[in-house]
């Protein structure tokens, strides 16, 4: 039996009950039709492999290599795909809840109306990918590698793009409010028309960066170096605020203050918590102790209930012994 032949039998926990259904061999393509993969598997080699529709729930491909791979309207929830190789791979329309993909290649991946909640990019190779038009809320960028990426129309309130690479990224008409860009390089990335509310720019390179049209309300430019960006106008800045910010010629910002807050604006607001689990059952013998005390209470009270009455008569008495 073939690497991949074994590595599909043990993650396969479920395969679709239809006609003419075919067992993906070491010579096929197309194991389209395996829906749902668990278990562990790291280093496989699924390259080239058509996986469209398939859900990875809970599985564990780390290192593994999906170069190439058709994995259109594909569904990650929980898996880990740490140092991974998504190389060239079709990911369109997939969607990804709390997956792990720290440390993975997606160079030149197509990732175009990718849904995101929680995931988590930390330090990928994502350069030259497609992401327009991607749901990508909550996301973790930090350390990642964003050079000459397609973020276009692409939705990241309160995404964490902290300390990335993102030379030539093109961010036009993208949602970034309340998201964090400390420390990242930006040169000649594309913030044209983009949504900036709340955004945290501390420290960050942005030379050549265009920012014509963006909405800069409640940002906070502290430390950013902006001297060389394109497109700023001073009605921009005066709904942004920086401390040791550095501008345009002729352009100017308030100074955010010791007290100055980060607000972060977002569009869909998060689930709320679960409902607390109910408390445990006593055990039979607490149960026991419990009414032990209770009955215990109770015959006391009633006990200094009869002292008192019988004080009251025994007060009563003497008063009509003293009367002449």
């Not at 780390?62 to 994995?71: I, P």
């Not at 930090?142 to 692409?154: F, V």
């Not at 309300?217 to 009605?235: H, I, V």
């Not at 942004?240 to 100055?260: E, I, M």
């Amino acid at each position: 039996m073939t690497r991949l032949t074994a590595a599909l039998s043990v993650l396969a926990l479920g395969l679709t009950a239809l006609a003419g259904q075919a067992q993906a061999g070491p010579d096929e393509k197309d194991v389209a039709r395996m829906i749902s993969f668990g278990g562990v598997c790291s280093s496989c080699d699924l390259s080239g492999r058509k996986l469209t529709g398939a859900r990875f729930m809970g599985a564990s491909f780390v290192k593994g290599v999906f170069v190439g791979a058709d994995m259109r309207g594909a569904a990650f929830y929980g898996s880990n795909f740490q140092g991974a190789d998504l190389s060239r791979a079709d990911l369109r329309g997939a969607e990804v809840r709390g997956a792990n993909f720290k440390d993975a290649i997606f160079s030149d991946a197509k990732l175009s109306g990718l849904e995101s909640s929680g995931a988590s990019f930390e330090n990928a190779n994502l350069e030259r990918v497609d992401l327009s038009s991607a749901e990508l809320h909550g996301a973790n960028f930090q350390s990642a590698h964003l050079d000459r990426a397609n973020l276009s129309n692409a939705e990241l309130p309160a995404a964490n793009l902290g300390g990335v690479d993102a030379h030539g990224a093109d961010f036009s008409n993208a949602e970034l409010d309340g998201a964090n860009l400390t420390g990242g390089r930006f040169e000649r990335a594309n913030f044209r028309n983009a949504s900036l509310n709340s955004v945290l720019f501390r420290d960050g390179a942005f030379d050549g960066a265009e920012f014509r049209n963006a909405d800069l309300e409640g940002a906070n430019l502290s430390g950013a170096d902006l001297s060389g960006a394109r497109g700023l106008e001073q009605d921009q800045l005066d709904e942004a605020c920086g401390d040791g910010v550095r501008l345009p010629r002729g352009l100017s910002v308030k100074p955010c203050g010791p007290n100055a807050r980060r607000i972060t604006i977002m569009r869909h607001m998060p689930p709320p918590p679960p409902a607390p689990p109910k408390p445990p059952r006593p055990p039979a013998a607490a149960a026991r102790a419990a009414e032990v005390a209770r009955a215990k209470a109770v015959a006391a009270q009633k006990a200094a209930i009869k002292a008192q009455a019988e004080a009251e008569r025994a007060e009563a008495l003497a008063r009509s012994v003293e009367r002449p």
